[in-house]
């Protein structure tokens, strides 16, 4: 007998314990972030605390409990899949010629910013133009009687292929398993919704959503070609018509010479940056700074200079005029002391073969990639390169402004060596002997023979890891690297490293996605919906807890333990499994405080009913559980299939509710059931032999 009350007291102890210990971190983790708030304000303290709580509040903001995005705040964002982009990396690059690629911008200009079928405008325009599919999508099957009907039906089977990677991607990466709260779903034809609650950190959430769509390696290629082409850049976009690419002596000398000794001094004197690590040079990015009587000085000694005894401002107003792509570019040229505005040096001077460096601020980022994705600067540039953007600034020792921050900009092969695809697991580590964080990574069979060939043939050139076009590093390749393992170095620190593995073992998208609207929703909404649910759900347990205490008198008081413990149960259960609570969530949770309350009345008539019968208080305990179950566990199976349903078929916030539904329905047959009778049976064991259940006649016998 004695072992038997152990055991029901551990029915009672060990769950309460176990929900404790689940809600642990989130008590700890608004008490931490409660203390920080306090010391927020003083610089010094708000050093001192971080570095003393920086491992148990970062641990505890891991493990708490979150609140949904009606009730805390957090990130709307529309995703695209550009289906576009597949269908023009599926042709055959051999076949690509002007009336493929003005059928790919006629379609595009048609489908932005619609969600139409993209697929179906562009074979309408395709056929419109009497192209043949076979010309440009033979590849795409390796039977010998390919048919259109064929070609259309495997871009139909890939397009939609790539809607559903991305969305897998997605739901993978930000709601592992899917009971976050966090709405991910498909929205019209190529579209992805996600709802992100409690998102606090936009930018990271940003970068592992967009560093995500695309992995690419390609090699960085040094070519004067490329420089030539920024200057002509300069010529579109002044409105200057280009008939034939100009060659190095189309500038005349004398002009080229005093207006690069000109600019040149004007820009030397910017403050380098510091460099990112130890095997790259000290980027700049230079500014006019020379005073007025300096360059009139200077002006004396080069009378041909077109910006002669023009005050500094106006001259380098004109500058940015004459050179609006060019001078939005520094370049560090192998050999030179200081690094020059892209646009005062001369085209024609350049060796054939240079090695340097190109790097913007943050101001100029993205005005660069809207220059670079015009379709008229596209046809200027060698279409064996592409340029892009370094995916973060250059790391500094001082705290730089946004717009100051230095980004380097790489020209690289455009052929991709080699796609995400191959690899098969990332993840981030830590250099014991260069004391800084890397990523391993580990390729399939088939990519770890493709980068063996690669790094062979580029040993001591770089290799760029490209993440949704941009790039985001570009290590050096020492040795040739077989068996398909390979460390990336050159993060910042461990967080960076492991956004980078993250977004390496996501894998690489059929098609690139890109984010199209993203809205940040303030959290005051939330604390007038956290203010009203509390309201009620208090009110609601309040007037439960109130009257079973005076229909059930003693007997109501047991039930109203039960039912404290079994809301504790529902929020421990959503936390075990990650979720978040939200709006519906708080519904259901009431829903299944009502159901437990539903068992109990239904145990306590019978109860009831046995003790008007004559029955002693052990026997009519017995029988009241025993007559009772059956109704409760079909009531709480219907339940609980209606919950599995919605779970399964529902998302975002049904999911959500479906998921509290569940827990509520468990944990009501448990606290209903089983901790209730333990406190009864506890009871008789220390000798009660009567219950206030709030009978209203005195027991009678047969």
């Known amino acids: 007998m004695k072992q038997n009350n152990i055991v029901k007291w551990l029915y009672i102890v060990v769950p309460i314990l176990v929900a404790a210990t689940i809600l642990w971190p989130t008590y700890n983790y608004y008490r931490l972030d409660k203390e920080r708030q306090q010391v927020a304000g003083d610089s010094v303290a708000l050093d001192a605390w971080d570095q003393s709580h920086n491992e148990s509040f970062a641990s505890a903001k891991k493990d708490r409990m979150k609140l949904g995005l009606d009730l805390r705040g957090g990130m709307y964002v529309t995703l695209e899949v550009d289906v576009l982009k597949l269908i023009e990396e599926s042709a055959e690059p051999a076949s690509v010629d002007d009336d493929f690629l003005a059928i790919i911008e006629q379609t595009r200009k048609e489908t932005d910013n619609s969600d139409v079928d993209v697929l179906q405008v562009f074979l309408k325009n395709f056929k419109a133009k009497g192209k043949n599919l076979l010309n440009y999508f033979s590849a795409l099957s390796n039977t010998a009687d390919i048919t259109e009907q064929a070609i259309e039906d495997q871009l139909k089977d890939d397009v939609d292929e790539a809607i559903d990677q991305a969305l897998e991607v ?18 019209g034809a190529r579209r992805i919704l996600l709802e992100l609650p409690d998102v606090k950190d936009e930018k990271e959430i940003r970068n592992l959503i967009q560093g995500q769509a695309r992995l690419e390696f390609k090699r960085v290629i040094l070519s004067r070609d490329v420089i030539t082409s920024m200057f002509l850049v300069d010529k579109i976009l002044r409105g200057e018509a280009i008939t034939a690419a100009p060659s190095a002596d189309s500038v005349t000398k004398a002009k080229a010479d005093s207006v690069s000794k000109s600019i040149a001094k004007a820009d030397s004197s910017k403050k380098n940056i510091a460099k990112a690590d130890g095997t790259k040079k000290k980027p700049a990015v230079v500014d006019s700074t020379k005073t007025d009587s300096t360059r009139a000085d200077s002006a004396k000694s080069d009378t041909s200079d077109p910006y002669a005894g023009l005050p500094q401002e106006e001259a380098t107003r004109r500058f940015k005029l004459d050179h609006p792509f060019t001078s939005l570019i520094s370049i560090n040229i192998e050999g030179q002391q200081e690094p020059v505005t892209l646009g005062a040096i001369v085209p024609g001077r350049l060796p054939d ?40 600034p250059i790391e500094t020792k001082e705290p730089v402004a946004t717009d100051k921050q230095i980004y380097e900009i790489f020209t690289l092969a455009a052929e991709t060596e080699l796609t995400g695809e191959v690899i098969r697991d990332a993840y981030q580590s830590f250099d014991q002997t260069a004391n800084r964080p890397m990523v391993l990574m580990d390729m399939d069979d088939v990519g770890s023979e ?53 977004i390496l073992k996501a894998g690489a998208l059929k098609a690139p996605v890109r984010i199209i609207e993203e809205r940040v929703v303030g959290p005051s909404l939330g604390e007038d919906s956290i203010r009203r649910g509390v309201t009620s759900s208090l009110i609601s347990f309040a007037l439960v807890i109130l009257f079973m205490l005076a229909y059930y008198s003693v007997g109501g008081a047991v039930a109203d333990v039960a039912l404290l413990m079994n809301v504790l149960l529902v929020v421990a259960g959503l936390a075990a499994f990650g979720g978040t609570i939200t709006l519906p969530g708080i519904a259901g949770l009431i829903l299944s405080t009502a159901m437990a309350v539903d068992a109990n009345i239904l145990i306590f008539e019978r109860i009831r009913e046995e003790l008007y019968a004559g029955r002693n208080l052990k026997t009519a305990v017995d029988q009241g559980y025993a007559k009772a179950w059956s109704a409760i566990f079909d009531s709480n199976v219907t339940h609980l299939l209606s919950g599995l349903v919605l779970y399964f078929l529902g998302t975002g916030p049904v999911k959500g509710f479906a998921l509290t539904l569940i827990i509520g329905v468990l944990m009501t047959l448990f606290s209903a059931v089983v901790v209730t009778r333990a406190i009864f049976e506890l009871a008789i064991a220390r000798g009660a032999t009567t219950f206030n259940f709030g009978q209203t006649k005195k027991p009678v016998t047969a």
Do not use: C, H
Not at 377 to 391: E, G, W, Y
Not at 452 to 480: E, F
């Open 170 to 187: 997605m739901k993978q990466r930000i709601n592992k398993f899917e009971v976050a709260e966090a709405v991910i779903q498909k929205q």
């Open 353 to 392: 073969k240079i090695e340097y460096r190109l790097y913007t601020d943050g101001a100029s980022v993205s005005k660069i990639r809207r220059i670079l994705t015009r379709a008229d600067i596209k046809r200027v540039m060698p279409s064996d390169f592409v340029v892009l953007m370094a995916a973060k």
């Open 450 to 502: 493709k980068w063996a060939q690669i790094t062979g043939a580029n040993i001591g050139k770089q290799v760029a890891v490209v993440l949704d076009s941009q790039v985001y590093t570009a290590p050096t390749i020492q040795d040739k690297i077989t068996g398909g393992r390979s460390q990336i170095t050159g993060m910042a620190n461990q967080a960076e490293a492991n956004l980078l593995a993250v």
